[in-house]
């Protein structure tokens, strides 16, 4: 096979395609988050299982996946708090799935609105109505798509970049590391809202600007912790052995390192959508969001705009506010338990 | 848009952009309040203390913040929020700074608060010759600079000719004396204007007169922002005493001026880059005045004890403009407006899907007039209305037959194609901190869906930049109107349109029509004033009839101020007239301060609510910034 390659070669795509088939079978389990808590078995001796026991790899790795997903869970379980809040985010996730079902695209419309401007609340408009005369209900309740897309996809986005330029950095090192993590100091010293407010200003106003402007100005946090994990990872011994079977940067990043850092990833990826839905919902406020959908911060600005703080119509302004809260809360319990259970250094429940 | 802005005519973004900026700074800080203690974000957290402190100390640390200050001073305050471009008059072109140039230098002329007919300002009597183009005017003899000095006809003489020498000192009013051959000052109560050809603005001159002798001493009125050496000398009924940018205007009486002077012992003008906030300084008796209300807090300041709200015909216009093809005077073509909307059939078929009563009902919450021709009714003399069958009404369904008869059917999708295939799709501009556009812009894109037309609405903090290289198909365009019209005409000739297509014209909307610049040159040497009338009238038609803007509503003058500290104001026109944004000094050269010295402590019960409002989320914050501050506190060590 590869063993007459020499250690930091880099990978031929030949070699690594193969390479990996043969490790890929136990170790390529992305987003499964036990490999966190035992990398080292996972590529054990991977020429000799992938060859011997072929048709069982799949049986045998799935029964690990089970297993490892139970233990997962019964470990979150013990978390009372990331169970509240996951209790929380299914019950928002339901809302917002079927609310086109029993609203539908109808509440935004101007031109059809059922009530008259700024109603207080009442049997038939039971957050009352925005100056248009729409329910304050529906269009919360619609709301709630947009704030989850962004929030979801921005976080996404920044944590994919941050983990590329994290193991990209780390795996490399030397000048290359420096300069890469020079720029993401920048990025981190930068104040990401006034960078945000920056990207959505000069681009066109759409849900994709916000997304992009979020995505591009939050990375920094996760590509430091996710190349100081790489580094750890990297010392490792069996690092060095894949190196030896011939095993390119391109393999080690991705079959080694990438599962390796995927819990911290993870739990990075559900703290940072509450960044993301607030920052979206700051954004919005601001003026700065897609003035023709509907979003908690559209909400809170079309509030200030109409002149409701003053007016003392809290029923316009606290709903969105709570809702931005609850949600950003639910998030952060959930990514908080997250956390706790795949992170070994916090392996003591708090 | 914004540099074009004459005088007293303030075109919407002007406000709009300065309004943008305070947008930002009480919106990132109220937000911080919120996300501050949330966001996981090192540069936000600490904007959440001072944010929180804000509110609180405030008004203790702001300058003369009671209006009746320790000393028994009466003070009236006035919330603006635009930003002021300069204190040179031949420079400003804010609202705010030309209101301001009212109080503190006297103009030829001045217009009546009762129906804006002119009346003798620094000038008491006036007469052309009889080959209309030599005026000669007489200066008022009792007339003293503040700094003592006798104001005369020389210093009106050296204001003219200065703008017409030197094109720098003409960028704020130069439209006034592009057409004047000579300005000479026989004697120190004599001012005689030679023009090119006659000119119907003679008597609307609405040039700020300066000293002479403080003013010969500047070298480039380009960069002369008149901003470091106070008080600042003028002959008005104030004058400035202080002046930090977006802080703070201070002016006192001129106990001289010859009106009469004013009863307040100060007048301030100070920022409040938030609009609720202004209306809150108000509930709590730290302002006098407020203006700019939207429908809800009119509403609510209209049940407050001590307040009075003042709904007052406006004298703007909001209207809908088309891009009729952008052309330079050399005859280029620029820009990117829509194809499609050259057809007048088409812009016919866009005016008759938009209802416009609904817009004054729904969006100004009554708070407007409902648009007809392009002059606000208040200047009833020049107001027009399209009769029988030139109007264009609400008829979806003629809309829809207009679209089918310009060749735009319907396809299976509901959607308009032209001959080409292509779907129907319009773009319109919107000022982004405008609240009335956005909430136009989305009736529109359901009245014009419904006929099978996209609309995008593009808002923009900086509408200027893509209107001026026509770069749009429709926009919101708003223009406040003077007593004398010919400003708001002229932007609407072929002589207004940008020479070149790199270069900047006075035009609004790029129209050229043959027929109307012939209207306006018959109109602005038309000396009598029916004669005159009937030919703005014309006009209002001839512009009606091309289909390139449509009117939409006359947004009111929606403000409020407190009646334990103004016991009286004068509004203009004195009927139902408005305060801020006067042609002329009236309402607060008019303003007579209450007896009581009324430290105001009635709150209403609506800011109750709001308090309430504000302390849940607050403990709301709190909470969540203990969580947080635990969580972190836990999890220090893995960190980086």
Redesign the interface.
């Known amino acids: 096979m590869t063993i007459d390659k020499t250690p930091p070669n880099p990978s031929e795509s030949g070699d690594s395609s193969e390479a990996s088939e043969a490790s890929g079978s136990l170790t390529e389990m992305p987003g499964t988050p036990t490999d966190g808590t035992a990398p080292p078995q996972t590529t054990g001796a991977p020429a000799a299982t992938a060859k011997a026991a072929a048709p069982s790899a799949s049986s045998l790795m799935w029964a690990r996946r089970r297993a490892s997903v139970s233990r997962f869970w019964r470990q979150y379980r013990t978390h009372r708090a990331g169970l509240i809040g996951l209790a929380g985010l299914a019950v928002i996730a339901l809302i917002a799935l079927t609310s086109p079902l029993f609203i539908g695209g109808d509440v935004q419309?101007?031109?059809d609105?059922p009530g008259t401007?700024?109603e207080s609340p009442s049997g038939e408009f039971p957050l009352g109505t925005d100056?248009?005369?729409r329910s304050l209900l529906g269009l919360l309740i619609w709301g709630a798509r947009i704030s989850l897309v962004v929030g979801l996809l921005a976080a996404a986005l920044s944590v994919a970049i941050g983990t590329l330029v994290g193991i990209v950095a780390g795996h490399f090192g030397g000048w290359f590391a420096t300069v890469v993590m020079r720029i993401t100091d920048w990025f981190l010293?930068?104040?990401?809202?006034?960078l945000a407010?920056v990207l959505a200003?000069v681009m066109?106003?759409s849900i994709w600007t916000v997304i992009l402007a979020i995505g591009v100005t939050?990375w920094p946090t996760t590509a430091?912790?996710v190349r100081?994990q790489t580094i750890a990872i990297e010392s490792r011994p069996y690092i060095e052995r894949a190196r030896a079977l011939g095993g390119g940067h391109g393999h080690v990043m991705t079959r080694h390192v990438l599962p390796n850092v995927m819990p911290l990833v993870l739990a990075q990826t559900t703290?940072g959508i509450?960044?993301a839905i607030?920052?979206e919902?700051?954004l919005a406020?601001?003026?700065l969001g897609d003035?023709?959908v509907v979003s908690w911060g559209g909400m809170l600005q079309?509030a200030?705009?109409?002149?409701?703080?003053?007016?003392?119509?809290?029923w316009y302004?606290?709903p969105p506010?709570?809702a931005?809260?609850v949600v950003?809360?639910a998030f952060?319990l959930c990514g908080?338990a997250i956390?706790a259970v795949l992170?070994p250094?916090?392996g003591v429940s708090? | 848009m914004v540099t074009r802005i004459p005088p007293r005519t303030t075109r919407q973004p002007t406000r709009q952009r300065s309004r943008f900026r305070h947008f930002l700074a009480s919106g990132a800080v109220a937000t911080a309040m919120v996300a501050g203690s949330v966001i996981p974000l090192g540069p936000l957290l600490p904007a959440a203390p001072q944010a929180q402190a804000a509110p609180l100390t405030a008004p203790r640390t702001a300058p003369q913040a009671a209006p009746a200050a320790a000393d028994g001073k009466k003070v009236l305050t006035v919330a603006v929020d635009q930003s002021i471009d300069s204190l040179s008059p031949f420079l400003a072109q804010t609202l705010v700074a030309t209101s301001i140039f009212r109080l503190t230098n006297e103009f030829l002329t001045n217009y009546d608060p009762k129906d804006a007919h002119t009346i003798p300002g620094f000038a008491t009597k006036w007469a052309s010759s009889a080959d209309k183009l030599t005026w000669t005017f007489t200066i008022r003899s009792d007339s003293k600079w503040s700094d003592g000095k006798p104001a005369t006809a020389e210093d009106a003489a050296w204001t003219f000719n200065k703008m017409m020498t030197d094109p720098n000192a003409a960028t704020a009013n130069g439209n006034f004396t592009s057409n004047f051959k000579k300005v000479t000052a026989p004697d120190a109560t004599k001012l005689v204007i030679e023009l090119k050809k006659p000119q119907a603005t003679m008597t609307a001159l609405d040039v700020p007169i300066v000293p002479k002798h403080v003013w010969e001493k500047v070298d480039d009125f380009s960069k002369f922002n008149n901003d470091k050496k106070f008080p600042i000398v003028g002959n008005g009924p104030y004058v400035i005493e202080d002046f930090k940018v977006d802080q703070y205007i201070r002016l006192k009486p001129n106990k001289d001026f010859w009106r009469g002077a004013p009863k307040f012992d100060e007048l301030v003008f100070r920022y409040y880059k938030d609009k609720d906030a202004a209306v809150a300084a108000l509930q709590k008796g730290e302002v006098s005045f407020v203006s700019g209300l939207t429908p809800a807090q009119a509403a609510a300041l209209g049940n407050a004890d001590n307040i009075k709200v003042n709904n007052a015909p406006g004298r703007r216009f909001f209207a809908l403009a088309t891009n009729p093809g952008a052309k330079a005077k050399d005859g280029k073509s620029f820009g990117n407006g829509h194809k499609a909307l050259l057809d007048q059939n088409v812009r016919k078929a866009l005016f008759h899907a938009v209802d416009r009563k609904t817009i004054v009902e729904k969006v100004f919450q009554g708070n407007a007039v409902e648009g007809q021709g392009y002059i606000p009714p208040r200047f009833d003399s020049y107001f027009w209305e399209p009769s029988g069958s030139q109007t264009i009404d609400y008829d979806p369904a003629k809309a829809a037959t207009l679209l089918d008869k310009a060749g735009y059917k319907k396809n299976s999708g509901g959607k308009r194609v032209g001959k080409d295939g292509k779907p129907l799709n319009f773009r319109i501009l919107c000022h982004a901190t405008d609240p009335n556009d956005k909430a136009v812009g989305k009736y529109l894109q359901e009245w014009w869906g419904e006929l099978g037309i996209g609309l995008k609405v593009e808002c923009l903090d900086n509408v200027s930049d893509p209107w001026l290289a026509g770069n749009y198909d429709l926009a919101f365009d708003g223009w406040s109107v003077n007593p004398d019209p010919d400003f708001v005409l002229s932007i609407h000739t072929c002589a207004a349109l940008p020479a070149t297509a790199e270069d900047t014209g006075a035009t609004d909307n790029f129209i050229c029509d043959k027929k109307f610049d012939d209207l306006y040159a018959k109109q602005a040497v038309e000396y009598d004033t029916a004669k005159r009338t009937d030919l703005v009238k014309q006009m209002q038609s001839r512009l009606y009839d091309t289909g390139y803007m449509n009117v939409m509503a006359y947004p009111n003058a929606v403000e409020a101020y407190r009646t334990d500290q103004i016991k009286s104001i004068t509004t203009m026109p004195e009927a139902a007239g408005n305060l801020w944004g006067q042609d002329g000094y009236w309402s607060w050269w008019s303003a007579v301060p209450a007896d009581g010295t009324g430290e105001a402590s009635s709150d209403s019960g609506s800011s109750t609510g709001t308090i309430i409002g504000i302390g849940a989320a607050a403990v709301v914050v709190v909470a969540l910034g203990i969580f947080f501050a635990i969580r972190r506190r836990s999890t220090a060590e893995d960190r980086e």
């Open positions: 419309s101007v031109t609105a401007a700024l100056q248009f005369g010293v930068m104040p990401a809202l006034v407010i200003t066109s106003r939050s430091r912790l100081a703290l509450s960044t607030l920052t919902a700051t406020f601001l003026g003035p023709s079309d200030r705009e109409a002149g409701a703080v003053s007016s003392g119509h809290w302004l606290a506010g709570i931005i809260a950003a809360l952060t908080r956390e992170n250094k916090l708090r």
